[in-house]
């Protein structure tokens, strides 16, 4: 398998654009977690599916950030409109049991 | 929700010295621990997991961690650093009635050569 899967690598956009970041869970994982790591903050779990269906999103920011997991295979994070301090690391990772699997994330950059 | 603390944000050592870092969760039923690493410009990658049973665990490069729960701590430890452990290094705790899984603030590690 080639692992949790992120796109883009990196993104670079502007204060009011939309950004959306994708991500590829393994096959067979049930659960699938958006973190945000930035400095300040640390690791930062943002919200998780299992099954396909939100179950946590309390560690969302603000109603700018929302996510969709239309199937077992593929995630969205969207944000809308971006600001500055968006900017931060944000990681994908898929866990069935045992331990979560992370993706390569996505580094965003908000000008 | 469960909640995770590192007590140690950046640990500086000597290659070979010996290390502890410390990890203490927040939750009062069964829960699963866990240490990943992340080098530099990398994602994070699991050193060691505990579900159950022997509470000390041993993972990969050396690492080993104990459970003690009475403590609600999972401390990570080596005996002897290299250069290439250089990292930060992340505690995290599922708790077994949910699926959540929290992440510590890390601990980042510099081992000089």
């Known amino acids: 398998d080639a692992g949790v899967i992120q796109s883009p690598r990196h993104e670079v956009t502007e204060m009011g654009q939309e950004v959306t970041l994708r991500c590829k869970p393994i096959?067979?994982?049930?659960?699938l977690f958006w973190y945000r790591q930035t400095m300040m903050r640390g690791l930062e779990l943002l919200i998780y599916?299992?099954?396909?269906?939100?179950?946590?999103d309390s560690g969302m920011p603000e109603d700018r950030f929302s996510a969709k997991m239309p199937n077992a295979s593929f995630s969205t994070l969207k944000i809308q409109p971006s600001e500055p301090r968006d900017s931060a690391v944000y990681f994908c990772?898929?866990?069935?049991?045992?331990?979560?699997?992370f993706g390569q994330g996505t580094r965003l950059t908000v000008v | 929700a469960q909640s995770v603390s590192q007590h140690n944000h950046h640990v500086i050592l000597s290659e070979a010295a010996s290390l502890e870092l410390g990890c203490n969760y927040s939750?009062?039923?069964?829960?699963?621990l866990f240490w990943y690493v992340q080098y530099p410009g990398q994602h994070l990658q699991l050193l060691l997991k505990?579900?159950?049973?022997?509470?000390l665990v041993k993972g990969i490069k050396g690492f080993e961690a104990e459970f003690i729960k009475s403590k609600f701590s999972f401390n990570l430890r080596k005996p002897s650093v290299q250069w290439s452990d250089t990292a930060e290094y992340f505690c995290?705790?599922?708790?077994?009635?949910?699926?959540?899984?929290?992440f510590g603030a890390g601990t980042r590690l510099t081992v000089k050569p």
């Open positions: 599916f299992n099954n396909n269906v939100p179950i946590d």
């Open positions: 096959s067979g994982h049930d659960y």
């Open positions: 505990y579900f159950s049973g022997d509470p």
């Open positions: 939750y009062g039923g069964t829960v699963n």
């Open positions: 990772a898929s866990r069935r049991q045992g331990e979560a699997f």
């Open positions: 995290a705790v599922n708790a077994r009635n949910n699926n959540d899984m929290r």
